[in-house]
């Protein structure tokens, strides 16, 4: 029982920080196969800790954050270093308040008494890292993730913890010896400066590939909007002729005074075209205040999308709105089409109810209202802005938590969320600043 322990004791700070790094970033979230990946990079730290001691836990690091740039769906380095670096401080937090455990089953000599305080030291620091994951997650990463500064935090944070890593090294096995000293500083700033270079080098193809995106994004919805004008001119067209065609009836029935024709005529013909009208027919009007070319594209499409699937649709614009909007149009339609496919999906799923959509100028603030009939007994909100929550399966709710961070990317935006038992509304608020 004693070589298990000291076994243990040797390597259980590659368990502690892959088990903090499993909770913080929340794998259990995302596909299955994260499960296999965490164990081959475990297999891996264990091997390079037998073999190159006191080099594991930097192996692990370099993996945990490839691993966490691997799963994120915004490639955020300084939110992945961030949680990596997180993990390892929890790590070395918990190794620190474990240690009297470890101390004491050390110096047991019965073999039950061993065993009781192995499985105790297990449990123990299953809890303390299950709960100071979760606290992390609730409490810390909201307040820092879509800051300007989290990069800063988190890069500090590393440049911290190598610090720790380096002059642990130094005052355990260099502290007599000036050559392995010299050897270990040279290899730790050479690895600093290719850890910020490979940081560097992926940020900047990180941000080439969000312009792309950006533009591929603005001419979708471009060539969507252009597509729609098309189709209702084509639509109009056809209602020209046949507008002309019923003209020509109705004078023909008037000239031959066949008066019961023409009212059997009306009632089975003409008068079903009100309807039509009324279900299928946005108010363009109110779409044509819209100045900004890309929020009135994405409008129209998606309001038009919800008539076409038999969705009451009502829009309403009180004054005309400026092209100009002060924050990035490709963060603005991008959360507006977030929200509109959100509540179109409901709303299709229900089978009944309204979407409402509303645009007002109020004290220089511009404000955007969608609101949808929602179904009994709706989830709360925190749950529904949780990434990775979905009503229709895993890892499909990526919606709301999506939006939450687009908001945080431009200073002028805020969105509030009210949930009822019946309605569900989202509003955002684009500030004078």
């Keep these: 029982m004693t070589d298990l322990l000291i076994a243990y004791i040797s390597f259980a700070h590659l368990f502690e920080f892959t088990l903090?790094?499993?909770?913080?970033?929340?794998?259990?979230?995302?596909?299955?196969?994260?499960?296999?990946l965490i164990l081959l990079i475990l297999l891996f730290g264990l091997y390079i800790g037998q073999n190159f001691s006191k080099l594991d836990t930097l192996i692990l690091f370099i993996f945990f954050f490839f691993l966490s740039l691997k799963n994120s769906t915004k490639k955020n380095v300084a939110h992945s270093l961030l949680v990596v670096a997180i993990a390892h401080l929890l790590?070395?937090?918990?190794?620190?308040?474990?240690?009297?455990l470890f101390l004491k089953s050390i110096d047991a000599t019965q073999p039950i008494e061993q065993f009781f305080l192995f499985f105790l030291i297990l449990i123990t620091t299953f809890i303390l890292i299950l709960i100071g994951a979760r606290s992390i997650n609730k409490w810390v990463l909201p307040i820092i993730n879509g800051r300007r500064n989290e990069s800063a935090i988190s890069y500090l944070l590393t440049l911290s913890l190598l610090a720790y890593q380096t002059y642990w090294l130094l005052a355990n096995?260099?502290?007599?010896?000036?050559?392995?000293?010299?050897?270990?500083?040279?290899?730790?700033?050479?690895?600093?400066?290719?850890?910020?270079?490979?940081?560097?080098?992926?940020?900047?193809?990180?941000?080439?590939k969000f312009q792309a995106q950006q533009r591929k994004l603005e001419y979708d919805m471009m060539s969507k909007?252009?597509?729609e004008i098309?189709?209702?001119?084509?639509?109009?067209?056809?209602?020209?002729?046949?507008?002309?065609?019923?003209?020509?009836?109705?004078?023909?029935?008037l000239d031959q005074n066949k008066m019961e024709e023409l009212r059997q005529f009306y009632y089975t013909s003409v008068k079903q075209t009100k309807s039509l009208f009324k279900t299928n027919m946005l108010r363009l009007d109110d779409l044509q205040k819209i100045n900004s070319i890309e929020v009135r594209s994405i409008l129209t499409t998606k309001l038009i999308t919800a008539q076409e699937k038999k969705i009451d649709v009502q829009i309403e614009v009180n004054e005309p709105i400026p092209s100009d909007l002060s924050v990035d149009p490709v963060i603005l339609i991008r959360i507006l089409g977030i929200l509109l496919d959100n509540a179109i999906e409901e709303l299709e799923s229900l089978n009944e109810g309204k979407l409402l959509v509303g645009i007002f100028i109020m004290k220089d603030d511009l404000m955007f209202i969608i609101q949808n009939t929602v179904r009994e007994n709706v989830e709360p909100l925190h749950l529904l802005k949780k990434e990775g929550f979905s009503t229709k399966g895993d890892n499909r709710g990526l919606g709301l938590a999506n939006v939450e961070e687009l908001i945080l990317l431009e200073q002028r935006l805020l969105l509030e969320t009210t949930v009822t038992n019946e309605v569900f509304i989202q509003k955002i608020t684009i500030t004078k600043g």
């Design 20 to 36: 903090a790094y499993f909770f913080l970033d929340q794998l259990y979230l995302k596909t299955k196969i994260n499960y296999a």
């Design 91 to 100: 790590e070395i937090l918990t190794s620190q308040l474990i240690r009297p």
């Design 173 to 208: 096995y260099a502290k007599n010896t000036p050559l392995l000293r010299g050897f270990i500083l040279v290899f730790y700033v050479i690895l600093v400066a290719l850890i910020v270079s490979v940081i560097q080098t992926f940020t900047k193809n990180e941000e080439l």
């Design 225 to 227: 909007y252009a597509e």
């Design 230 to 253: 098309k189709k209702q001119y084509q639509d109009m067209r056809k209602f020209r002729h046949d507008y002309v065609n019923i003209l020509s009836s109705i004078e023909y029935y």
